[in-house]
């Protein structure tokens, strides 16, 4: 057990329409990091969190949006849902600073399907 | 963008074995990580590379940070069936303010009892 939670763990939506991903982060920690996994390829890095803002980004375009809250817990929105959006998204929770990696802690996932 | 190409995709060993795993990038890196991934579970943090020809071992388990900060390789020693996963690697390239972390596409380990 990572500490790190999040939910739902399946949801099935259709294309176009609009989803939203929840993460609750190991106690302490104080950044969180999105990730995408299609079935059979690593991790995808979508952004960081920290202190509320935005504090890196992948190769995602805008309608992926996030949000951190101030008890450090994180929502993933995903606008305008396209097939290729069905995937693993999980969440990772770290302490800022030079421990960022070591602390990195990863949630199980929510698999998301697109149809 | 950034590409790893880990190799091989895939291994059966006998219980026991040594194993050995590789990632190469066209791109420099300023830190390797190491991950394993069951199934039905997040990745977990096995080793954490960050200087050129770094050498890091975590029990059973031996990395090092190629010299050209191009690569990194994994190395499990006498293998044992909860090694059974997914193997990642992963490069960050930090600079400027932002960063960019890329990962592998895995190795799958299955080990033979």
């Known amino acids: ?115 | 963008g950034q590409q790893l190409n880990q190799s091989p995709q895939s291994m059966f060993i006998q219980e026991g074995e040594d194993v050995s795993m590789n990632c190469t990038s066209s791109s420099i890196f300023n830190t390797w990580l190491w991950y394993k991934q069951d199934p039905g579970e997040g990745p977990v943090l096995l080793i954490a590379l960050y200087k050129a020809g770094e050498l890091t071992s975590n029990g059973r388990l031996t990395a090092q940070f190629g010299i050209t900060r191009k690569d990194s390789f994994l190395n499990i020693s006498a293998s044992i069936p909860s090694d059974v996963g997914i193997y990642f690697c992963a490069g960050l390239y930090s600079g400027a303010g932002s960063y960019q972390l890329t990962f592998g596409k895995g190795t799958k380990l299955s080990v033979i009892p």
């Open chain 1, 1 to 115: 057990e990572t500490g790190v939670t999040q939910s739902p763990t399946h949801l099935i939506k259709t294309r176009g329409q609009q989803v939203t991903l929840r993460c609750s982060s190991q106690s302490g920690h104080n950044t969180v990091s999105w990730y995408q996994q299609a079935l059979g390829q690593g991790p995808q890095f979508i952004f960081q969190y920290y202190r509320e803002e935005e504090n890196g980004r992948g190769n995602f375009p805008p309608r992926f949006s996030g949000l951190q809250f101030p008890n450090y817990s994180s929502e993933l929105n995903v606008n305008a849902l396209e097939l290729d959006d069905s995937a693993l998204y999980l969440c990772a929770s770290s302490l800022s600073g030079t421990g960022v990696w070591e602390t990195q802690y990863f949630g199980p996932g929510t698999r998301l399907l697109v149809l």
